[in-house]
């Protein structure tokens, strides 16, 4: 790690003036400094005394970025003695600290900074608000922890898959993040990257972080309410008077919708009735592209029951003002409102945390299979690109669907 920290720390200086031509090197130094009895509390810097190219009087510059990051004397010792071999090299092969002489080098430079890219980038990107939002904590996230490390002035060309790599591992370690988390970040700040290599000439030479492991995700599976389950919550609902609870959870069955990005953005007009189809569009679905599930009887049944067909079709069913949540309006639900009012069923029944309405979208393909429903039309309903994805999803949720008998056989 100390050598990556020393190599980045000589690309920063690299990114300074080159020497004039006409212009002579001198210099005193690099020395170390470092704090009576070794203080870990003050500045530890490599400085150097250069000759003015003008008027020829030697003028101090001290460097030190990247100390802070180590924590004990033999660690910044022995990372100075690298930085002072690499600023050497620099001095040697002309690199001079007077910026002057090259003012639209340094004009351009400073807009090309990580911190200033970053800023950038989210104002010019069009995205849904919600992937806006994630970003901008993601970035934000990285920005800040590139200013508390002295590394917000690097270019973003000089940007290595180290800073990115100690920036994940760091927050891994501090945030206990998932594999999930961990690779969600890794990718939008691949995708930041990529947006400068592919959009900007002279930003960047290369994606740094395309080389970097993406981290081990545990799959939990998908989970399905058992027949116990299913009928206790059913009952719990309608004693309560959850009629809006249970209705929407009954959508999320009948139709297998997600029920945040999906289910809460329903619409009347979605809802075709000759052709006994719902649509999902494009914003909302899963793989961007709109889709139409299968209205199966029962559902129908449902809708017409609840007079979907009588609502204005831009009319979103589960709505809300002021006063609550209700059935058709011009205003849909909150993304976190049917999950509040589940919860307390999920404490009642002792769920797991990851028990909540989406299970009622593999409770009902789990019922579909044992009712020995047909697997081109279950691929049909939950939207899958094929069979094999079908076939799969259902063996996850422990149903036979090759129908095999296994009967042979010694008793114990």
């Not at 989210?122 to 995205?127: C, Q, S, Y």
């Not at 970097?212 to 059913?234: H, I, Y």
């Not at 929407?248 to 297998?256: L, Q």
């Not at 919860?343 to 393909?365: E, F, M, Q, S, V």
Request: some cysteine; aromatic content about 14%.
């Amino acid at each position: 790690m100390i050598v990556s920290r020393i190599n980045i720390a000589a690309d920063q200086l690299t990114d300074q003036t080159d020497k004039p031509e006409n212009l002579k090197t001198k210099w005193e130094g690099p020395f170390i400094y470092e704090p009576k009895n070794g203080d870990l509390t003050k500045d530890w810097f490599v400085w150097i005394k250069y000759q003015h190219p003008l008027t020829g009087k030697y003028e101090r510059f001290r460097y030190n970025f990247g100390f802070n990051q180590f924590k004990t004397k033999t660690e910044r010792r022995e990372y100075g003695k690298g930085f002072k071999n690499e600023l050497t090299d620099l001095l040697k092969q002309g690199w001079s600290p007077f910026e002057e002489y090259r003012p639209l080098q340094n004009l351009l430079n400073k807009q090309r900074t990580i911190s200033i890219c970053i800023d950038k980038y989210l104002a010019e990107i069009t995205v849904k608000k919600t992937t806006m939002h994630k970003y901008s904590l993601e970035l934000n996230l990285f920005k800040n922890w590139l200013i508390k490390n002295e590394y917000d002035q690097v270019l973003l060309r000089d940007i290595k898959k180290a800073h990115v790599l100690d920036f994940m591992t760091y927050y891994k370690l501090q945030r206990n993040w998932s594999g999930k988390t961990y690779n969600h970040y890794l990718t939008d700040i691949t995708t930041f990257f990529n947006y400068f290599y592919n959009n900007y000439d002279d930003y960047i030479d290369k994606v740094p972080t395309l080389t970097l492991s993406r981290a081990r995700v545990d799959r939990p599976g998908n989970k399905a309410l058992n027949d116990w389950e299913f009928k206790q919550l059913k009952e719990m609902m309608q004693e309560n008077g959850d009629t809006l609870l249970y209705t929407f959870c009954s959508f999320i069955y009948y139709a297998g919708l997600r029920n945040v990005s999906e289910g809460n953005r329903v619409k009347a007009g979605d809802i075709n009735f000759k052709q006994n189809t719902l649509r999902v569009l494009s914003g909302t679905a899963k793989n961007r592209k709109t889709e139409y599930i299968p209205i199966y009887p029962d559902f129908r049944e449902l809708l017409l029951e609840l007079k979907i067909d009588q609502m204005p079709s831009n009319d979103y069913v589960f709505a809300r003002n002021r006063d609550g949540a209700f059935l058709g309006g011009e205003t849909k639900v909150g993304d976190d409102y049917f999950r509040r009012l589940f919860k307390p069923y999920k404490t009642a029944l002792n769920l797991g945390d990851r028990d909540g309405i989406y299970c009622y979208k593999h409770t009902r393909a789990v019922h579909l299979g044992e009712d020995g429903e047909d697997l081109h039309k279950i691929m049909k309903l939950f939207r899958h690109r094929d069979l094999a994805t079908t076939m799969i999803y259902m063996r996850d949720l422990g149903i036979n669907t090759q129908e095999t008998e296994f009967k042979k056989g010694r008793r114990f």
